[in-house]
């Protein structure tokens, strides 16, 4: 008997949500455009004629209300996983289409809502428009369409500026340039040569860290509802020579915060200071969740090392290893939005859930 996977090639599902990709001039500057399906396959048609050929078929879904990616919310990350939830079994791969600002943080937000997914589901977007001269938005969307088309990649990818990258691990990197995201700690997952997208399996998630194919990346989607924290119940806090304990408490002892990524110095340092300690040790004594990443966006931070990193694991802060701000700031958003016991929390952010650590 057929399966309905065996009467036919699925098509890949393309989520169109908004970005400089499908981006048109108005008075006040770029924003968001309509009739994005035949722009885009029009764009696709001016490809070289041999890679457009070779392009895998796919559906274009529209969001209803397209937005520029700097106007995006926690909110934005859970609605985007639901559709793709409801939606990836008809669908080889998925391409998700996203402003470039923060592409990376959907990413990253993807990856903990969609644990374990058995398909790829590839990020792109453009440094300019479609229709601009010399826009690089055909080809990356060209490119993530062909790694979207291949089964052996099982997770959130982001496909940019001729090379694939692991979603939680990326980050934008340039403003302008058209090679614009980096996973500074994480390998390639696949690049362009020669006109392939060769694809690294031996980078993939299971083989990485260890994962069993069957019993461990089996979907297991946690969709929580993130909009109760999306009007700043976690905040990003960086530490600056001169930062005072009026300030940190300003943040801390907000009621309605739940959770703060702290971005201290080097491989885990802060100032020695009891009054600065003491706020980060009421805060994680009152139940708040919070974590600590290296301002340096290579390695990863073991406080302790110094005299002047104590003091965080003294006052129960985090570490959060070598985690990209996107990636740790995402996790506890993840993480508090679930009905968790607090040692829970505390346990799943130490622990590598989708090699964002
Ligand atoms: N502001 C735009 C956005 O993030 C930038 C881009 O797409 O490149 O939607």
């Keep these: 008997m057929s399966t309905p996977d065996s009467r036919r090639p699925r098509p890949l599902l393309v989520i169109y949500t908004g970005g400089t990709l499908g981006m048109q001039e108005t008075p006040r500057g770029l ?6 399906e035949a722009r885009l396959a029009r764009a696709l048609r001016g490809l070289p004629a041999g890679s457009v050929a070779e392009l895998p078929a ?24 639901a559709i793709i939830a409801a939606r990836y079994r008809d669908h080889a791969g998925i391409v998700v ?8 943080w959907s990413a990253a937000s993807l ?18 428009p479609l229709e601009a001269p010399d826009s690089d938005a055909a080809g990356n969307v060209a490119l993530a369409l062909r790694f979207a088309a291949n089964p052996a990649l099982q997770e959130i990818a982001i496909a940019f500026g001729g090379r694939l990258l692991r979603g939680v691990c990326t980050r934008k990197w340039h403003t302008r340039d058209a090679i614009a995201f980096e996973s500074p700690n994480a ?56 930062i005072s304990t009026r300030q940190l408490a300003a943040w801390l002892n907000d009621p309605r915060l739940k959770g703060a990524l702290f971005e201290v110095w080097g491989a885990g340092n802060l100032p020695d200071d009891p009054a600065l300690l003491e706020q980060l040790t009421r805060a ?9 990443i290296s301002q340096c966006p290579h390695g990863t931070i073991s406080p302790g090392d110094y005299a002047a990193g104590q003091g965080l694991t003294d006052a129960g802060v985090l570490a959060g290893g070598a985690m990209t701000p996107e990636a740790a700031l995402t996790k506890l958003v993840h993480l508090l939005a679930q009905p968790l016991e607090d040692a ?14």
């Design 97 to 104: 289409l996203h402003g470039t600002d923060t592409l990376a």
């Design 284 to 292: 994680s004594t009152d139940g708040k969740l919070i974590a600590a």
């Design 111 to 128: 990856a903990y809502q969609l644990q374990g997914i058995d398909r790829p589901v590839v990020l792109t977007g453009a440094m300019k």
């Design 58 to 81: 796919y559906e274009l879904l529209s969001l209803s209300n397209p937005i520029d990616s700097s106007a995006a919310t926690p909110a934005d990350w859970s609605r985007l996983a």
């Design 344 to 357: 829970e929390r505390r346990r799943r952010f130490l622990a590598p859930l989708v090699g964002e650590r």
């Design 31 to 36: 924003a968001p455009g309509g009739n994005i």
């Design 187 to 242: 390998p390639l997952l696949g690049e362009q040569i020669a006109g392939t997208a060769r694809h690294y399996p031996e980078h993939g998630l299971d083989r990485e860290h260890g994962l069993d194919q069957e019993k461990d990346i089996a979907p297991r989607f946690e969709l929580p509802d993130y909009a109760p924290l999306g009007d700043g119940g976690v905040a990003r806090i960086a530490l600056w020579p001169g």
